[in-house]
């Protein structure tokens, strides 16, 4: 049996001082002479898989320099990102904390509504976005800020994803900001023409790729600071979607493509390829330039790797130029469970390689758990900088792992307040404490209650063997330690309040007249209702009074006690209602196998305004069972 200690003091870590003040900066301590002043080159991949690069087992991609890299330096084999999508991790960069105690906990910054406070969150508005805010501002001491204060040159290229003016980049401590552009990335395509604005002034050359543009300008921020110590974010846009690539890349792959390979996927195989190739790019500038050997290599990515089993299989990936390429899921984590958007390994554990010339030794693999959030402490130490008086951070530094040691660390936590039908993944909390991970469901129980799950992965690194009904005291114990992350980190927790509707992905509840107006923002929007205790087995009918100017119909999907996966097809009705905007009285019938645990209404299949007049469940008798809408009191 684990033991493990609730240690209040060593999770907490309160960010004080976090405001950023002018006489802060002066406070810095006196940088190391610039003769021995290390430059700082940090790559971000997107949505690369833990499992993508050569070096990391694949058979299929083809990741020469990234590979040659890795046998510089050392190469990560537990490494995660603290959230399984990628503004959160972006910002835990950064700032050095934890997405939940930001508040960014979705990639939602590109959002037009202006979020930058979590007291502007309510925790009974949508998991899928409500409980995330959509910037980060410049109150949080950032890691380009403090470099450009100790005298480097700093500069960002590629995807940021964290807000728009005046939260880019140069407003966060970057002099130079290239495409400064807040979005995703660019819209339809990786290959020129590319959709960004016009006012941004980008032009690009014929069948020019994205990744070749963003390395080139790096590399001339490069030439022209390359006798002054920089620090720089090369931030690639790939290999997120839009699943785009070269022709002859993919014609390539196409050719290679095994059946019996699990990744095997020639669009997205070419799209790793590209970003390979900037990154040598960027590498062997710095090579001709002279600055290999004076110069810290960060590769990271900022989640899993995009490989949703099950809920997506009937729905192939998009791709405008290669729709016939894009049957298998862009790529494959096993033997980690599952993939972006998740709490499993999959989504979270991510390809982590660091060169420190004179330092590490090259071709260490390392085996010691580090986190997004230890960046920034790890990198003032390796370059002497000392953070800013009264900063702190959640992250801790993981020079000690570079050096070829041990770390000292108690858990690595993680929070995603967010459903996501894409990956499976509910509203949840997670913890690693040695080779024992916790997985705490919000609301999921038969009954609305926290659902647990637990892991060894020293035994079952897939997550395949839950061991929570045989380990009850580890539960409590790992409980009480994620308990104490989500009290000291202020995390918000999504409130799924039982024998009430609450609202999930893409829509929002409003209360108007006796009616409740359901606002759908995209194309999946739910609406649930957890019984406590559970309804009996039989037959029922849903009854709703209800105008929509939103397409699709309405689903109606019900979960029955101890049985998985939640809502699934096989417990499913539909029922077609006109889009109109007149009033419909429409029933939804179903038969449940089993006791009754919660319903999903799934009330359009667009954007658009749903009022719903009356909501009542009768059973096989015509009795109501259930009456929401009246009374008042029973509505969120």
């Known amino acids: 049996m684990v033991q493990i200690s609730v240690r209040r003091n060593r999770l907490r870590r309160i960010v004080e001082g976090c405001l950023w003040f002018g006489a802060t900066l002066q406070a810095v301590t006196a940088p190391v002479p610039a003769p021995t002043r290390p430059n700082v080159l940090f790559i971000l991949a997107d949505d690369l898989g833990w499992r993508d690069l050569g070096c990391y087992g694949s058979t299929f991609h083809e990741t020469p320099n990234l590979d040659r890299l890795a046998a510089r330096g050392v190469r990560f084999t537990q490494a995660y990102a603290a959230n399984p999508l990628c503004s959160p991790t972006r910002a835990s960069i950064l700032t050095g904390l934890w997405p939940s105690r930001i508040g960014i906990t979705a990639p939602v910054c590109h959002l037009p509504k202006e979020l930058t406070d979590k007291r502007q969150l309510s925790t009974n508005v949508a998991p899928s976005t409500g409980l995330s805010l959509t910037r980060l501002t410049t109150n949080y001491v950032s890691l380009a800020r403090v470099f450009r204060s100790a005298g480097y040159r700093t500069a960002h290229f590629g995807k940021w994803h964290l807000g728009p003016e005046p939260y880019s980049p140069l407003q ?96 997205y195989a070419a799209m790793v390829h590209s970003l390979d190739e900037a990154v040598g790019r960027v590498l062997g500038a710095l090579e001709e330039l002279g600055l290999q050997d004076r110069t810290i290599i960060v590769f990271f990515s900022d989640n899993g790797g995009v490989s949703w089993p099950g809920l997506r299989h009937d729905r192939p990936h998009r791709s405008e130029r290669f729709p016939n390429d894009m049957s298998a899921p862009p790529t494959s984590n096993l033997p980690l469970r599952n993939g972006k958007a998740s709490l499993y390994e999959g989504g ?91 997985h705490r469901m919000f609301g999921a129980g038969p009954d609305g209650e926290d659902r647990f799950e637990l892991y060894n992965l020293a035994s079952d690194l897939g997550e395949q063997h839950d061991q929570a ?103 499913k009705r539909t029922a077609p209602v006109p889009s109109d905007g007149a009033r419909h009285v429409i029933q939804v019938p179903f038969h449940s196998q089993g006791p009754v645990s919660s319903l999903r209404l799934d009330p359009a299949q667009g954007a ?29």
Not at 398 to 421: K, M, N, T, W
């Open 172 to 267: 966060h401590g970057f002099e130079s900001d290239w495409p400064h552009w807040p979005g995703p990335g660019p819209a339809g395509s990786y290959v020129a023409p590319w959709k960004f604005p016009s006012a941004l002034g980008i032009h690009s050359k014929p069948g020019e790729h994205i990744e070749d543009r963003t390395a080139e300008e790096t590399i001339r921020f490069l030439r022209a600071h390359r006798n002054e110590p920089f620090f720089v974010n090369y931030w690639a846009f790939s290999v997120h979607s839009p699943y785009d690539a070269k022709d002859e890349l993919v014609a390539r792959y196409r050719a290679r493509v095994d059946p019996a390979n699990p990744q095997r996927n020639p669009v």
């Open 348 to 438: 979270i554990r991510v390809p982590c390689i660091v060169v420190w010339p004179g330092v590490t030794r090259p071709g260490t693999v390392c085996d010691e758990v580090i986190q997004s959030v230890d960046f920034f402490p790890t990198l003032l130490e390796m370059t002497g900088i000392s953070a800013p008086p009264g900063v702190r951070f959640d992250g801790i530094s993981f020079v000690p792992a570079l050096r070829g040691q041990a770390l000292s660390r108690e858990a690595i936590f993680f929070h995603f307040p967010h459903d996501i039908p894409a990956s499976g993944q509910l509203p949840a909390a997670a913890v690693r404490c040695g080779n024992w991970k916790l």
């Open 469 to 571: 009904a045989a380990e009850p005291s580890l539960v409590r114990q790992l409980n009480a330690l994620l308990e104490q992350f989500l009290k000291e980190s202020e995390s918000l927790v999504p409130a799924l309040t039982p024998n009430r509707w609450n609202a999930f992905h893409d829509c929002e509840l409003h209360t108007e007249s006796g009616a409740l107006r359901v606002e759908s923002t995209g194309r999946d929007p739910q609406l649930r209702v957890v019984f406590r205790p559970a309804l009996p087995a039989g037959a029922y009918v849903l009854e709703l009074d209800l105008k929509t100017t939103a397409p699709g119909g309405v689903e109606l999907f019900w979960q029955e006690q101890g049985v998985e996966p939640a809502y699934h097809r096989d417990r």
């Open 608 to 636: 658009g305004t749903v009022w719903i007049y009356s909501l009542r469940l009768f059973n096989s008798n015509e009795r109501i069972v259930r009456n929401w809408i009246p009374p008042k009191e029973s509505l969120p």
